[in-house]
């Protein structure tokens, strides 16, 4: 599953953050979408919020790979997905 690949994605982008702020602030034709997120304050931030949430994300989605789960097991592991998902945002 490609969203699968987010995760390490993500990740090396936030180890390389400011790097790739600073090269794409200081191009010429940068596109404005791109220069509006390194200049937000919240650029990084959001980046580490679905850091986070794929790190759940991922973690049931392997556990439901590894198993011959049957729908029942599946509903269960995504019942204790949304529960992660609770706790994190309270």
């Given amino acids: 599953?490609?969203?699968?690949?987010?995760?390490?994605?993500?990740?090396?982008?936030?180890?390389?953050?400011?790097?790739?702020?600073?090269?794409?602030?200081?191009?010429e034709h940068c596109p404005l979408l791109i220069k509006r997120f390194f200049d937000s304050k919240c650029g990084e931030i959001c980046l580490w919020f679905v850091y986070g949430q794929l790190g759940l994300f991922n973690k049931t989605t392997l556990t439901m790979e590894k198993t011959k789960a049957t729908a029942t097991d599946i509903v269960l592991e995504i019942k204790k997905l949304k529960?992660?998902?609770?706790?994190?945002t309270r």
Avoid at 83 to 88: A, D
Wanted: hydrophobic letters at 35%.
């Fill in 83 to 88: 529960t992660n998902f609770k706790r994190k």
């Fill in 1 to 27: 599953m490609r969203f699968l690949s987010l995760l390490p994605a993500i990740g090396r982008t936030l180890q390389i953050y400011e790097g790739l702020k600073s090269y794409s602030c200081s191009q």
